[in-house]
């Protein structure tokens, strides 16, 4: 019988890719979706629960599986509201990763961000990294952190920053090498792929940077 994947977040970027990978996957049976809209998939792996993800608490019955794969993610312009964007980055990870443990889940996968730390004085930079403590506190057995660094690829919405700096980043990754290569925009699609890897092979590393997500993601493993 194969396995089952929840997939926090599929309405994303990151997500969305990732529920591509898990469909053609054949070690998935299902894959459980908990996000406020639809991904409007026509799998029959995909199952569906239109759920406020604020209050995950709510669904511990159905929160049941082999594995948690959570891409949720928001930025200070699509959430200026510091209490929202908290129960966001925050909050959310750290009730699946608790719901995860209850349930006897045995691994929970989590997209943080590079320069996440509990200490910053950098309010996006402390939430991630109260994320990740307190994440690990929950004490699920096969926890993984991937902290990528600017993420590319097409987005729905217009962020003229990032866009900026995306155009930046691409011009100085070639001169970004050695120890500064984490430094490096990287694609959703290996992070995705990463995850996915990472799910299977049980590596021992927790943290995982951007250099090492691309080595994962283009390592023969599949």
């Given at each position: ?19 591509d ?23 029959e792996?995909?199952?569906e ?86 994440v690990?506190l ?11 660094s ?73």
């Open positions: 019988m194969g396995k089952t994947a929840i997939i926090l977040g599929a309405t994303g970027l990151t997500g969305g890719l990732l529920l990978q898990l469909i053609v996957d054949s070690t998935y049976d299902k894959i459980k979706l908990f996000s406020r809209s639809s991904v409007a998939s026509t799998s792996k995909v199952e629960y239109l759920a406020d993800t604020l209050e995950l608490e709510l669904y511990q019955e159905q929160f049941t599986g082999d594995e948690v794969f959570c891409c949720i993610g928001t930025t200070a312009l699509k959430t200026p509201n510091k209490k929202k964007y908290k129960a966001i980055d925050y909050g959310i990870p750290v009730s699946a990763a608790t719901l995860a443990k209850r349930n006897g889940i045995a691994t929970f996968i989590v997209l943080s961000s590079m320069g996440a730390d509990s200490k910053s004085s950098v309010f996006y930079s402390k939430t991630k990294g109260e994320m990740e403590c307190d690990l929950q004490n699920v057995p096969h926890t993984f952190i991937l902290r990528p600017l993420i590319g690829g097409h987005r729905n919405e217009y962020r003229l920053g990032e866009k900026i700096a995306k155009v930046a980043m691409r011009l100085l990754n070639p001169i970004l090498i050695g120890d500064f290569k984490k430094f490096r925009i990287i694609h959703p699609e290996k992070i995705a792929k990463c995850m996915q890897i990472v799910a299977r092979s049980k590596t021992q590393e927790v943290f995982l940077d951007s250099d090492k997500i691309l080595i994962i993601a283009n390592s023969t493993v599949s």
